[in-house]
């Protein structure tokens, strides 16, 4: 695969059907990174998203953090040559009430200013590292994963070490269209610094 990032590797990891995506979703909450026009909105940029209806997002999406500050509008502008955006559900407890979007304690909180007239415009595609938390990951992570997400090495690298287990059983991974096992599935992820991933369920035997 080969983008603005350049040639980047491609990992197909396959599960049996028996088994479950979910699991593999929380690797989601490191972040992928998503090709976007020069600064969309937050609702433009998410409509592209498998699932991410106006609906799902009206209803669903309960707290925004942009560059690391809280935004009560979905049609906040994603300002920034490298912007990170997080998107949760409704989260528990008084952090959950202050960061809600468009909540009662939202004055309590710092938020972002929309300064996107004073930056330059550019034409250039920008990389947004998008992360998903709670029910957003569990409910569209298996979606992103079937159809494939650029995330970075080190974040599956991690997450295969830490949880080793998810892939004792999946049938054969394969690169680029060659087959590895574990081991050389890892060594491969040191030595580039993002890939292509795709995780599906197995459905030869259905």
Do not use: W
């Not at 976007?36 to 925004?64: C, D, H, W």
């Not at 990170?84 to 960061?99: D, N, W």
């Not at 269209?177 to 992820?189: C, G, Q, R």
């Amino acid at each position: 695969m080969t983008n603005k990032l350049g040639c980047i590797p491609q990992l197909d990891i396959r599960i049996p059907v028996v088994g479950s995506i979910l699991p593999y979703t929380t690797l989601l909450q490191t972040g992928i990174l998503v090709e976007s026009k020069p600064q969309p909105t937050v609702r433009a940029f998410l409509g592209s998203l498998p699932g991410f209806t106006s609906q799902y997002m009206n209803e669903r999406i309960e707290t925004i953090f942009l560059n690391g500050l809280p935004v009560d509008d979905l049609e906040t502008i994603i300002n920034g040559s490298a912007p990170i955006l997080a998107i949760s559900a409704a989260m528990p407890g008084l952090a959950g009430a202050i960061f809600r979007k468009n909540g009662f304690h939202a004055p309590l909180r710092t938020t972002i200013t929309d300064d996107s007239s004073d930056e330059v415009q550019s034409s250039e595609q920008v990389m947004i590292l998008l992360k998903f938390f709670n029910m957003i990951v569990s409910e569209r992570g298996g979606a992103i994963l079937h159809d494939g997400c650029l995330i970075k090495c080190n974040s599956v690298r991690r997450f295969m070490n830490y949880r080793p287990q998810l892939f004792s059983d999946v049938l054969p991974m394969s690169c680029d269209n060659k087959k590895m096992d574990f081991v050389e599935v890892i060594n491969m992820l040191h030595k580039s610094e993002i890939v292509f991933l795709k995780i599906q369920q197995d459905t030869a035997s259905i």
